[in-house]
């Protein structure tokens, strides 16, 4: 079965930090640029950041530039995003999906930064 599981949120202070992990199932995350999302209480889900399949090139919006960083480990078919410098508006359910191809979206992990 084709699908991405998020894992790794949780509740965390201004400034601290969380990694992410989007584990694949059923294909080889190698295989596809593979992007995160998030959406925040009230509005739509965004793209944030992705990773490119071959050469895994990222990218990165002006609003996590400088304190996430996107990878991948092809062994364990996983992708991950390491948060630093975490801030509340920073707080959201964060989803991982292809870029192309997308498969239906997982149930997310939740991201609560707060004092």
């Known amino acids: 079965q084709l699908q991405l599981v998020e894992s790794g949120g949780g509740l965390v202070q201004p400034g601290g930090s969380l990694r992410l992990s989007c584990a694949a199932a059923g294909f080889s995350v190698g295989d596809y640029a593979i992007g995160w999302f998030r959406q925040a209480p009230g509005k739509e889900r965004e793209g944030f950041s992705c990773i490119s399949s071959s050469r895994a090139s990222t990218y990165y919006g002006d609003s996590v530039k400088g304190r996430f960083t996107i990878s991948r480990d092809n062994a364990k078919n996983t992708v991950y995003l390491q948060m630093n410098s975490l801030q509340p508006e920073d707080t959201a359910v964060y989803y991982c999906?292809?870029?192309?191809?997308?498969?239906?979206w997982g149930q997310g992990t939740q991201v609560t930064v707060s004092l």
């Open positions: 999906n292809r870029l192309q191809y997308y498969l239906p």
